[in-house]
């Protein structure tokens, strides 16, 4: 995702949805439209009270989890 980061960022501010990790509860997974059927995905993982950017990819399918946004 290198020269990407723009598209990361969106998909953290303004994501299309958001899924629950189903190993582990406290990684979400930030999605982000940008052409058809091709998504960004950004995995970020909420410890502390804050938050950290753990890895993040283009994707043509939005993976299973809980969807929590929007419901």
Request: some cysteine.
């Amino acid at each position: 995702m290198s020269g990407r980061e723009l598209s990361v960022k969106a998909a953290l501010e303004n994501p299309d949805e958001i899924r629950q990790s189903r190993s582990d509860p406290r990684v979400f997974l930030f999605y982000k439209a940008e052409q058809s059927q091709r998504w960004v995905c950004a995995v970020a993982r909420e410890e502390g009270g804050s938050g950290f950017l753990i890895t993040a990819y283009p994707t043509d399918a939005i993976k299973e989890g809980v969807k929590v946004w929007p419901k």
